[in-house]
């Protein structure tokens, strides 16, 4: 079915005032709501709400509710073509080895090794096939972690194709929240959840960085993997702190190696200690711990 996108942009403390209205108003629907930095200089903050079926009346309901809270914002359409992104996702993709894991697509299932803990992965739009190497960075990095910690709560931020939350899911057995701004990621993510026979313990919800009751809900956690990016992953890490356990472990990537002290400095003012980091292709996993 083809979604489409209304979106307008607006300042940070409008565009969270706007997300939290929303989600009350569209909860009953269940109509996916994004909040996306645009430009933090110049506080340009991209607001979504997706809807299919009956688009006119969805946003003229998203224009009382802006009316109601005094803010004057012209909405844009975007519709979203009904393609198949798997096919296209997976056109010359080579399956991936990092640690234990190995990482595939659909034609390569034959390809495990005895001993290999599989994970098939049908990408979407949503970025994290095992193919770059912050995703098999990560990857390595949870194998080493979970070898000598026991987690029993995880949260893997910023999901993408939901790879390292099926990953802990089946090394550890244990709970994982997968969160994404994207809801389209969220959407191939408990997809692949499924498919992987791990739905049972991924929970998969759209949420930007930590603003959703479920956080509250669910932390703290033991385990935290975030592969996102340098800025972003040092502007949370306060909030970081304030979801993982004590003594807790988190892992972090999309980091290049020249960001790699400015991340470690900014979670070292947060009670974390840095343990290790992986260097792959470029880019750099860390491991602290709380």
């Known amino acids: 079915m083809t979604q489409t996108r209304l979106y307008f942009t607006a300042g940070k403390l409008d565009a969270d005032r706007i997300f939290a209205t929303f989600e009350a108003a569209f909860e009953d629907e269940g109509l996916p709501i994004a909040v996306l930095e645009v ?42 073509p009904d393609i198949d992104w798997v096919a296209r996702s997976l056109e010359g993709l080579k399956p991936v080895r990092a640690g234990r894991f190995f990482v595939h697509g659909a034609h390569d299932r034959r390809k495990r090794r005895s001993g290999e803990l599989a994970i098939e992965i049908e990408a979407g739009l949503a970025f994290g096939t095992g193919h770059h190497g912050t995703t098999a960075g990560c990857l390595e990095m949870l194998e080493r972690v979970m070898r000598r910690e026991h987690p029993r709560n995880a949260l893997d931020l910023g999901t993408g194709s939901a ?29 692949n959840a499924r498919l992987n026979h791990v739905k049972a313990l991924v929970e998969t919800v759209t949420a930007p960085g930590f603003h959703h009751p479920i956080f509250d809900k669910r932390a703290p956690f033991d385990l935290i993997v975030a592969n996102i990016l340098a800025r972003p992953l040092m502007r949370l890490a306060p909030q970081m702190a304030d979801h993982i356990a004590l003594g807790g472990s988190i892992v972090l990537s999309g980091i290049l190696e020249r960001q790699r002290d400015a991340v470690v400095s900014a979670y070292v003012g947060q009670n974390f200690r840095h343990v290790r980091t992986l260097h792959r292709e470029g880019w750099v996993t860390i491991h602290l711990k709380h």
């Open 39 to 80: 430009d933090e200089d110049r506080d340009i903050y991209e607001v979504s709400l997706y809807a299919d079926g009956d688009v006119d009346a969805v946003e003229a309901r998203a224009k009382d509710i802006l009316a109601g809270l005094s803010i004057a914002k012209p909405i844009e359409r975007e519709s979203l």
């Open 163 to 191: 790879v390292l939350a099926i990953a802990v899911a089946k090394l550890a057995h244990i709970p994982v929240l997968a969160t994404d701004i994207d809801p389209v990621a969220v959407r191939v993510a408990a997809a």
